[in-house]
Structures are given as structure tokens and as C-alpha cells.
């Protein structure tokens, strides 16, 4: 029995070096780079970089917007395609990215702040983010990952993915606000007793107390980060100092000064990828705080926090309170290319009120029906305007949210 146990073992081991080797050689180069810098102090750090880096102007999302051939690098042999995202604001951003060795490297790192948890690529995962398979749940054989859509965690199914968790040890993707929305369909007190063996949260700010409450209360090792769509630069949180550590063969960072901001500062990314949209000397219009503590980790450029996309929550149809962020930011496609801005407020149980700028090639109806689809939890109020109200700083707020959850 035991043979057979250690050869199973053994056949699932293999299976996951395979998928390894078929990642490519961007993922293997990047994973020996990334080996190599830990070791690095900051002068070969800054070595690395300079003989990667010559761009000196600041480029913003409207300077690529109004050229984007001009910061555009093609190769005949590297495809790429179009990615459109609604960013931290809900504005939309149009620019081009490889197929091959953008990911391949992306997923170099990622695996490596994984790691820190005890993940080793392709071990089993339960997704809960911005994808909405057909039927609310689906597996995926080759990321050996289970997709769940938000929408999926309703009271009828409760019984069905206690189940699933309770029976299933695995590690946990999810953006902070859809964990704390699982916690809270599920109960604190039943989570506890899922063999859950680490949680992988990014794409908004996750405060550092909640992330230790979340580890004191349910004893699970947490692995935070932050990155974007553009795949410029990718930090990973460190508990050792507590701060946020960029890699340095992944992109280059810089701090600049905000009069408005206080102590607050914007991120400058250069993106360290040959082909694609080149940001170079990127405004990324997400802000940070200087480092204040020294860590032994490795050489790294630091911050203390990162200011980034907050997170917001919804009531639906049945009174359940849910991640706002995976509706919305889990849209890719057509959808951005429709709007110059989109705003959302809800006022009452179940109801969205969607305000939208559209763009010069909208179609409203599309429009509308990738909305209703993506909301279908919600009754949909949408209606176009020529203009959405900022902020005082000048910021266009994405959701608004009137009711006290």
C-alpha cells in the first residue's frame, strides 16, 4: 500500500517538472535570476538595471494612448495581442503585450512569492477572483487550479462547497476582498476547520493588521504582493520587515514626489520586457510610502506600503455581501475599449446604479449586455453621460458604495 502511495507520489511529482519544462525558457531563465539577485548587493543591483535601462522622459497612460505605435516593439517571430484593464480607477488602458516570454517570466515570480508559503508550482489551488466560468465552478487541469465564481457562494450551494473545501486540502487565490467575503459566506468558525495550507492574495491593498488577524485566527501563512496589468514591476510583502521588496530583473522602480500627497510618493516603473507596449519611466499612478527599516532578506529596493486599489463590497439580490473588485476588474475584452470612464453606485440591496462615458466606437448594447451577464446577482440601472464628477484630488472614484456594510 505503501509502494503504491509512493508511487502515485512520485508519478504527481513528475507530471508537475513536465509542466515546468513546458512553461519555457523565459520561466527557467527568470527563476535562475531571481536566484542569483537574493544574492546581489545594491551596486550590482544598480549594474543590472543601468545596462537595461536608457529612457529618461516620464511617459504616461495618455502619451501611449495618443502613439501607441511609437512605444510599441514587434518582432515577426513573438506574437502579441491587445489587454485592455480598468486599472485602479476604473478608466481604461489599451496597450499590447507578448504571448510568450512576458508570461513565461511572469510566472517565474509569482511562483517565487508563492513559495514562501509552501506552494510549489502546480500544486492544487481553489480560485476565487475575477473569473465567472459558464456553470460557476470549473477545474482547470493544466494550473491544477479550481475556478469559483463569487456568484457560485450562495446559501443553496453552502452544503456543496463545505464539502468541497472541508475534503479538499489546498491553497487558497483570491483578492484580499473576496477572502474576507468567503469568511464571512462561510463563518469563522467553520473556515477554521478547512484544511486550508496557505493563502496567495494580490491585486489590492491588504492591511497589514488584517492580514495578521487572518493568521492568528485561522492559522494560515499568507503570501501578498503587488503588481498590475502592464507586468512592469512586481513586489513582493515581506514578514520579515514588513515591507514591500521589488525584484529587481523583473522591472525597475522609482519614488517621485507628490506636492499633493504628503508623504505619499508615485510609482515610476520601467518594465525590463523586450517586446510589447515598452514602459519606460512609467507613471503607474499608484503611490507608496518610503522605506523605514533595513531587512536582511536581500538587496532589494523597498517601500513601506503601496496605495493602491482598496477593498470595496457589494450586498446582491439576496442580501449577501460580496467583493466588488472581482465583478469588475475581472472583465478583460472589448468591455474597456467602450467606455473613456465608468463609475458605479449602489444605494440599495441588490440595485447598481452604472454611470458610463462611451467611447467613439461603443456599442451600448454590448455594453449593457457584458454588464447584466457580469452582474447578474444585481438589478442594473445603466445609463451614459458625458461626464463623470471627480474628486477634490482629481481622481474619478470607480465605486461608490452609500450603504453602511
Not at 508519478?11 to 513536465?18: A, C
Request: glycine letters at 6%; aromatic letters at 16%; hydrophobic letters at 35%.
Amino acid at each position: 500500500m505503501k509502494s503504491r502511495f509512493t508511487y502515485i507520489v512520485n508519478q504527481l511529482n513528475l507530471l508537475k517538472w513536465i509542466k515546468q519544462l513546458i512553461l519555457g525558457p523565459a520561466y527557467l531563465i527568470h527563476v535562475d535570476k531571481i536566484r542569483k539577485s537574493k544574492k546581489w548587493d545594491i551596486y550590482r543591483i544598480d549594474d543590472y538595471q543601468n545596462l537595461n535601462i536608457s529612457e529618461k522622459q516620464l511617459i504616461s497612460k495618455n502619451d501611449i494612448k495618443n502613439d501607441f505605435l511609437y512605444f510599441l516593439k514587434k518582432h515577426p517571430l513573438v506574437p502579441i495581442k491587445q489587454v485592455s484593464t480598468g486599472g485602479t480607477s476604473g478608466k481604461p488602458f489599451i496597450f499590447y503585450q507578448d504571448l510568450i516570454f512576458a508570461r513565461q517570466k511572469e510566472r517565474a515570480y509569482i511562483y517565487d512569492i508563492w513559495k514562501t508559503i509552501g506552494y510549489n508550482p502546480f500544486d492544487f489551488r481553489i480560485v476565487v477572483r475575477g473569473n465567472i466560468p459558464q456553470n460557476g465552478i470549473q477545474y482547470n487541469w493544466f494550473e491544477n487550479a479550481l475556478i469559483i465564481s463569487q456568484d457560485f457562494f450562495i446559501p443553496k450551494n453552502k452544503i456543496y462547497l463545505q464539502q468541497l473545501f472541508y475534503e479538499n486540502p489546498s491553497f487558497l487565490h483570491v483578492y484580499p476582498s473576496s477572502l474576507m467575503s468567503l469568511i464571512n459566506f462561510f463563518g469563522e468558525k467553520m473556515f477554521k476547520i478547512f484544511p486550508i495550507k496557505g493563502i496567495m492574495a494580490g491585486s489590492e491593498t491588504f492591511p497589514i493588521s488584517q492580514m495578521k488577524w487572518i493568521m492568528k485566527t485561522f492559522s494560515i501563512p499568507i503570501a501578498h504582493w503587488y503588481g498590475h496589468s502592464e507586468y512592469a514591476i512586481l513586489a513582493r510583502f515581506c514578514w520579515n520587515c514588513e515591507e514591500f521588496h521589488f525584484y529587481p530583473t523583473y522591472g525597475k522602480v522609482n519614488l517621485m514626489e507628490d506636492k499633493d500627497r504628503n508623504d505619499e510618493h508615485m510609482l515610476i516603473a520601467t518594465s525590463l520586457n523586450k517586446y510589447g507596449t515598452q514602459f519606460k519611466n512609467y507613471i503607474t499612478e499608484d503611490y507608496a510610502t518610503k522605506s523605514v527599516r533595513t531587512c536582511g532578506d536581500d538587496s532589494y529596493f523597498k517601500v513601506n506600503e503601496i496605495i493602491g486599489r482598496k477593498q470595496e463590497y457589494v450586498l446582491d439580490n439576496q442580501g449577501q455581501k460580496k467583493a466588488f473588485g472581482p465583478y469588475l476588474f475581472g472583465i478583460h475584452g472589448n468591455f474597456w475599449s467602450y467606455i473613456e470612464s465608468i463609475q458605479f453606485t449602489q444605494s440599495e440591496k441588490g440595485i447598481l446604479n452604472v454611470l458610463y462615458v462611451p467611447s467613439e466606437n461603443c456599442n451600448d448594447q454590448i455594453l449593457k449586455n457584458i454588464l447584466i451577464e457580469r452582474f447578474d446577482n444585481f438589478k442594473i440601472d445603466i445609463n451614459s453621460t458625458k461626464y463623470i464628477p471627480k474628486t477634490k484630488s482629481g481622481k474619478l472614484k470607480y465605486f461608490i458604495q452609500h450603504l453602511d456594510i
